[in-house]
Each structure stands twice: as structure tokens, then as C-alpha cells.
């Protein structure tokens, strides 16, 4: 499984996939010890249908609060949001959780963008751009994450 320390935002859109791929080919749970794991995780969590697990759950807590440290601290920080906030906005507005934190939009932009790549559909160069900004933004809270992590 992906190490949430080493990325954890890579750890978390890891989770977000596995438990789509999961609710598409639930017999592919009987293939892979990783997979009968996560599959059961979510029949006892009571999300086969839809939802994420407490640990993609509890890791974005953890990237929340990483984030709220670095609005806190870093000025250069701050004016990246303040950057990708009205496309995060407009996300946002669009779906059915318009208070949802920027980091969990950054998080569900990515997956969409993954997955339109994976369906061969076009990124707009707007998206990608935004997408950019989501990433370097991710990349920051993650290195920070890391960073809190091995100084324990």
C-alpha cells in the first residue's frame, strides 16, 4: 500500500481509487490480500456503495491541519491560495458540498483529472493550469506532512 507518510496525498487519492475500482470489480477483492483488506474495511465501514474510508478520511484531517499551519506561517503559502481559491471556488459550486475545505477540492480535482486521463477524455489548458497550482499546493502540505512526521 502507499506510504501515507512518504506522500500523503498520494496516499489518499490511492484510497479514493482503490475504493472506486473496488465498487466496479468487487470480485477482484478475492485476487489481492491489499484488495480483500480494503474491501473489507469498506462492508465494516458501510461504504460499498459510496463514501471514503476513515483512513482517507482521517489523513485529510491530517493534511487540514498541516494546511491551517502553513496559512499560519508562510506568506508564500497564503498568496498560492489566494491564486487557485476562485477556481477552487468554482469547483466548489459545482458540487454538492460547496463548504468543503481547499484541500479537499484540490484532492477531488486531481481525481477527476486522473480520471478523465484514464478515460482518454480532454483537459482543458485552463484545468491544467489549475491543476498545476493544486499540485505545487498538495506537494507543499505533503513535504510539510513528511517534514512533521520525521522530526517525531
Known amino acids: ?3 501515507k507518510r512518504e506522500n500523503i496525498a498520494e496516499y489518499i487519492l490511492y484510497l479514493w481509487q482503490l475504493e472506486d475500482y473496488l465498487r466496479a470489480f468487487p ?3 478475492e485476487t489481492n490480500a491489499e484488495l480483500h483488506e ?4 469498506m462492508h465494516r465501514e458501510g461504504i ?17 491541519q498541516v494546511h491551517a499551519e502553513l ?13 487557485v481559491q476562485p477556481a477552487l471556488n468554482i469547483l466548489k459550486s459545482k458540487t454538492d458540498r460547496p ?5 479537499e477540492a484540490c484532492l477531488i480535482l486531481l481525481y477527476q483529472i486522473m480520471m478523465l486521463r ?3 477524455k480532454p483537459v482543458s489548458e485552463e484545468t491544467a493550469a489549475v491543476q498545476q497550482q493544486a499540485t505545487r ?3 507543499i502540505i505533503s513535504r510539510a506532512y513528511y517534514d512533521n512526521q520525521t522530526a517525531l
Not at 506568506?75 to 489566494?82: L, N, V, W
Open 137 to 139: 499546493l498538495l506537494q
Open 1 to 3: 500500500m502507499k506510504n
Open 27 to 29: 470480485e477482484q477483492a
Open 99 to 103: 463548504t468543503m475545505s481547499d484541500v
Open 38 to 41: 480494503i474491501h473489507e474495511m
Open 48 to 64: 460499498t456503495d459510496s463514501g471514503h474510508l476513515r483512513l482517507a478520511q482521517n489523513a485529510l484531517q491530517e493534511m487540514e
Open 71 to 83: 496559512l499560519d506561517q508562510e506568506a508564500q503559502y497564503r498568496a498560492m491560495i489566494i491564486r
Open 118 to 120: 484514464l478515460q482518454q
